[in-house]
């Protein structure tokens, strides 16, 4: 059964660099998302991606966000410039009207 | 935008007891209604889904029910199993499938 990848599992990162987190979606999904979860908080929606473009994202997904579909198959979130506050856990997602997750890459910001 | 209201936000109950987890939506758009089940690191895993054309939709231990009118659905658990124990988040899309928005969470503890 095909699943979401992403990688890499777990990243650690000095506050105020850029991190780079990437997903393989299920090969015939059209729709792309992006979540992340606090420990112990719920799945927040930051944005979704269709047709190639941002279809939808929510405040928490601000100028230091960044989504691109680079290749056929990948599909990345960029945080460019990160803070403490951006540790969580990062699920890609993608969708033919339902949502499947990734395992997630675990964040965090020192 | 949309609005998940989900309770109770604990859950215990005895092994072989049934979980019922009540959601409330904002969004009268709405059409899908997806429940997820996360155990401890892991990722949100897809258990049962209803869309809106249906009131009611079982798969062996687990059922979904849905009001329109009011809003509303839920997820019932019968016999309950320690297996069980995890945290459940309902979700729905809202217009269309661009956000899939979920509610904050149920932590069920299945008691052997």
């Known amino acids: 059964e095909p699943e979401v990848t992403q990688t890499p599992s777990h990243q650690v990162t000095q506050m105020g660099q850029e991190v780079i987190l990437r997903c393989v979606p299920i090969?015939?999904?059209?729709?792309f998302y992006w979540y992340r979860q606090i420990l112990g908080q719920k799945v927040e929606f930051l944005v979704s991606?269709?047709?190639?473009?941002?279809?939808?994202k929510s405040e928490i997904f601000d100028d230091q966000f960044s989504v691109e579909r680079p290749d056929g198959s990948n599909f990345t979130l960029k945080i460019r410039s990160t803070k403490l506050e951006d540790s969580a856990m990062y699920f890609c997602?993608?969708?033919?009207?339902?949502?499947?997750f990734g395992p997630g890459t675990r964040l965090l910001v020192l | 935008g949309e609005n998940v209201e989900q309770h109770p936000s604990t859950l215990s109950v005895q092994e072989g007891d049934s979980a019922v987890i009540k959601c409330t939506y904002s969004?009268?758009?709405?059409?899908?209604f997806p429940w997820y089940k996360q155990e401890l690191g892991k990722r949100p895993q897809l258990i049962i889904d209803?869309?809106?054309?249906?009131g009611e939709k079982k798969d062996q231990r687990i059922a979904v029910t849905l009001n329109k009118t009011a809003k509303h659905f839920s997820l019932h658990i019968t016999e309950t199993q320690p297996e069980d124990s995890a945290v459940y988040f309902c979700?729905?899309?809202?217009?269309?499938?661009?956000?899939?928005?979920f509610g904050i969470g149920t932590k069920l503890q299945v008691i052997p």
């Open positions: 991606f269709y047709n190639n473009e941002i279809s939808e």
């Open positions: 997602a993608s969708s033919e009207g339902t949502a499947y």
């Open positions: 969004d009268s758009a709405s059409n899908y």
């Open positions: 209803i869309r809106s054309n249906v």
């Open positions: 979700a729905t899309n809202g217009q269309g499938y661009q956000k899939v928005t």
């Open positions: 090969s015939n999904h059209l729709y």
